[in-house]
């Protein structure tokens, strides 16, 4: 079965950081493109940064990030530990959303996390 379980979320104030986690199972992670999503209140979701398959490295892959992020994310994997990281600096209140993990296959239906929030303060 396959399962994304996010950890990490939390109440943050404006400036600060936060770590999310996304561990997967019962997926060939290394070949899988990872992405995290956020949903703010009101709003679509909304793609924040994008990892693509590292091959036979543990780490690695091409990525992508939302304009609003950039400088400010990092998003990274670890194949080993078959997870995903979104590191957050420079936290604004405009961050504040549920984060998803997602998970797309070469081929085939994605999967989705149950989400974790992110709170923001000014």
Excluded at 14 to 30: D, E, N, P, V
Excluded at 34 to 56: C, D, F, N
């Amino acid at each position: 079965q396959v399962q994304l379980v996010e950890s990490g979320g939390g109440l943050v104030q404006a400036g600060g950081s936060l770590r999310l986690s996304c561990a997967a199972s019962g997926i060939f992670f290394s070949i899988w493109t990872m992405g995290w999503y956020r949903q703010a209140p009101g709003k679509q979701r909304e793609l924040v940064a994008g990892i693509t398959s590292s091959g036979r490295t543990t780490s690695g892959g091409r990525t992508n990030y939302a304009d609003s992020v950039k400088g400010r994310f990092t998003i990274s994997r670890d194949n080993a530990k078959n997870t995903v990281y979104l590191q957050m600096n420079s936290l604004k209140p405009e961050d504040t959303g549920v984060y998803y993990c997602n998970a797309r296959p070469p081929t085939g239906l994605e999967v989705w996390g149950q989400g974790t929030l992110v709170t923001v303060s000014s």
